[in-house]
């Protein structure tokens, strides 16, 4: 058990769906994480949060939106997706970003855009 | 650029011993993290070297050295529920994770 806990685990959609990915973390920690993992590709970072705030945004287009409303729950909004957005996309957690720490996964969302 | 390398796929038998090398070319080093993902599911922390040496952990081990640029994992006594893909990632200078691409592990009989 990671206690990183990701819903839904299997979305599909359209182009012109809007949908939200949810994570919620157990752990105590204070920093969150969006990945994206495709086929055969290397997890790409998509945002950190640190403490509520985003410190990074690794050039993730803007049909990609996140929020943090506390330090236990990230969301991951989408909109006008298109087919390559196809993926896993998996959040993680860790005590503090800027630091050594693990990195704990959730299970993640298995996504797949129409 | 920053760089991770590691072999697509592995073939080993139940009982054996397996070795995953990861190479690596980063900006900076602040660690390196070994994780072990089933299909379909989290990948989970496995390991973390950030001094040269052999880390020991029951049937799994992980070696660094950081003059090479490279890594690897041991896997001793192979079961079936090894099978798996497991990930290599670099902690750089920013403390970012940059990701190998994983090495999917396939266990025969």
């Known amino acids: 058990e990671t206690g990183v806990t990701q819903t839904p685990r299997h979305l599909v959609m359209g182009m012109t769906n809007k949908k939200s990915l949810k994570c919620e973390q157990h752990l105590g920690h204070n920093a969150m994480y969006w990945y994206k993992q495709s086929a055969k590709k290397p997890l790409e970072l998509m945002f950190v949060y640190n403490f509520k705030e985003q410190t990074e945004n690794n050039s993730v287009p803007s049909r990609f939106s996140p929020e943090c409303p506390n330090s236990s729950h990230l969301f991951l909004h989408l909109h006008t997706l298109q087919p390559e957005d196809s993926a896993l996309y998996l959040c993680a957690s860790s005590q503090a970003g800027g630091h050594t720490d693990t990195q704990y996964f959730g299970p993640g969302t298995r996504l797949t855009v129409l | 650029g920053q760089n991770i390398d590691q072999p697509t796929e592995m073939t080993a038998t139940e009982g054996a011993i397996v070795q995953i090398n990861c190479t690596y070319q980063t900006s900076g080093f602040n660690g390196l993290f070994w994780y072990q993902q089933h299909a379909g599911e989290a990948p989970t922390f496995l390991s973390y070297n950030v001094l040269d040496g052999l880390e020991e952990k029951g049937r799994f081990s992980s070696f660094l050295s950081r003059s090479k640029g490279y890594s690897y994992l041991l896997l001793k006594e192979l079961q079936m529920k090894d099978s798996a893909s497991y990930l290599c990632?670099?902690?750089?200078?920013?403390?970012?994770?940059?990701w190998g691409a994983g090495t999917k592990l396939i266990i025969k009989p």
């Open positions: 990632a670099v902690m750089d200078s920013n403390y970012q994770l940059i």
